[in-house]
């Protein structure tokens, strides 16, 4: 199964979920700047809230995703507000992608808050949210 990680993250807190993400699952994480290839059977996507929404560059990245990519599942890391789930999703499903209900979220450190976020706790919550993944999108294309 071709699995890809994809992360926008300004302060690094993000990008330490998508390498747990990436280990767990066999692949690297790379920067949104980097194109995805459109044999992917699962898109890991992650992002964070920034002022109360997603960065542009994390939509612009998802409007420009190949027309027949299959599966993606969405992580993401925020301070204080719900996951970014309900803000990613929706813009994947316009692309026609299958997006898992099942996400992975933790707090990310911002200034005084959320110190030491993600931590290994974290981020061993996030290996096992990328082994479930793999596993249920591999079972899903065995049908
Ligand atoms: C400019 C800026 C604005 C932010 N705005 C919010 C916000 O509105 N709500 C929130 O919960 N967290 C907010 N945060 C905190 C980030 O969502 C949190 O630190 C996240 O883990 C950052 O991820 P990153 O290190 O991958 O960029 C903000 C952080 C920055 C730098």
Known sequence: MNTEVRYLSKSGNTKKVAEAISAAANCSAKPITENV???TDLLFV???VYAFGIDDE???FISNLPADLKNAAVFSTTAVVESAYSRIKPLLEQKGIHVL????HCRGAFKFVRKGRPNADDLARAEEF???AVASVTQQSRG
Do not use: H, I, V, Y
């Open 37 to 39: 290839n459109p044999d």
């Open 101 to 104: 209900s099942d996400e992975f």
């Open 58 to 60: 994390l939509k612009a």
């Open 130 to 132: 990328a082994r479930e």
């Open 46 to 48: 992650g992002g964070a």
